[in-house]
């Protein structure tokens, strides 16, 4: 069971009010089950909804935050905060505390976590799920691409298929909870 999700999501809100609805239901969803959430430690955007309703029920927070970024931005009273000096000690911090992840609407940032943790994963530095939360068809596109990298021989179809993508987040922890992955080897 998963006690521990690292979640990317965008610090801006999107234009659509879905992501923040849907996102502060995840959060909630996320403190109900007594998961730990691991993020990026911002208060801003989606990352600040997220983090906020986790905390309402009750929820335990990590937040792994460059200083930089730390001196910049408003904060929220995290379950505990880690102030680092690069982005790659935040990520290598946030994959190595986290059960599994999640990737929620966001912009190349959130982008970018996406493919490294999916790349690790596919590469063999980890076995965790990897999920995407697809609201409002958001990452859609995404999905095509990837597709297209498979016909195109950049990616094994069984690796796609590792990537575990739903619009319902019940399901969607579900599915992650179930997860057993590939025996296959990208090398090979």
């Given at each position: 069971?998963?006690?521990?999700?690292?979640?990317?999501?965008?610090?801006?809100?999107?234009?659509?009010?879905?992501?923040?609805?849907?996102?502060?239901?995840?959060?909630?969803?996320?403190?109900?089950?007594?998961?730990?959430?691991?993020?990026?430690g911002g208060n801003s955007?989606?990352?600040?909804?997220?983090?906020?309703?986790?905390?309402?029920?009750?929820?335990?927070?990590?937040?792994?935050?460059?200083?930089?970024?730390?001196?910049?931005?408003?904060?929220?009273?995290?379950?505990?905060?880690?102030?680092?000096?690069?982005?790659?000690?935040?990520?290598?911090?946030?994959?190595?505390?986290?059960?599994?992840?999640?990737?929620?609407?966001?912009?190349?940032?959130?982008?970018?976590?996406?493919?490294?943790?999916?790349?690790?994963?596919?590469?063999?530095?980890?076995?965790?799920?990897?999920?995407?939360?697809?609201?409002?068809?958001?990452?859609?596109?995404?999905?095509?691409?990837?597709?297209?990298?498979?016909?195109?021989?950049?990616?094994?179809?069984?690796?796609?298929?590792?990537?575990?993508?739903?619009?319902?987040?019940?399901?969607?922890?579900?599915?992650?909870?179930?997860?057993?992955?590939?025996?296959?080897?990208?090398?090979?």
């Amino acid at each position: 069971m998963i006690k521990k999700v690292c979640v990317f999501c965008g610090s801006s809100f999107g234009k659509s009010n879905i992501y923040k609805q849907e996102i502060e239901k995840l959060g909630h969803m996320i403190g109900k089950k007594d998961m730990e959430l691991i993020y990026g430690g911002g208060n801003s955007g989606l990352m600040g909804v997220l983090s906020k309703a986790v905390l309402a029920e009750g929820g335990q927070v990590t937040g792994i935050i460059p200083k930089k970024i730390y001196d910049q931005v408003d904060h929220v009273e995290l379950t505990d905060l880690h102030i680092v000096e690069t982005m790659h000690e935040r990520k290598n911090k946030m994959y190595s505390l986290a059960d599994a992840f999640i990737a929620l609407p966001g912009g190349i940032g959130t982008l970018e976590e996406l493919a490294e943790v999916f790349t690790w994963q596919q590469i063999g530095y980890h076995e965790k799920p990897v999920g995407i939360l697809n609201i409002n068809h958001f990452y859609d596109p995404f999905r095509d691409m990837l597709l297209h990298m498979v016909r195109e021989g950049f990616i094994k179809k069984e690796f796609l298929e590792n990537l575990i993508v739903d619009d319902n987040m019940e399901e969607l922890f579900d599915q992650l909870n179930k997860y057993n992955p590939t025996s296959s080897n990208k090398w090979s």
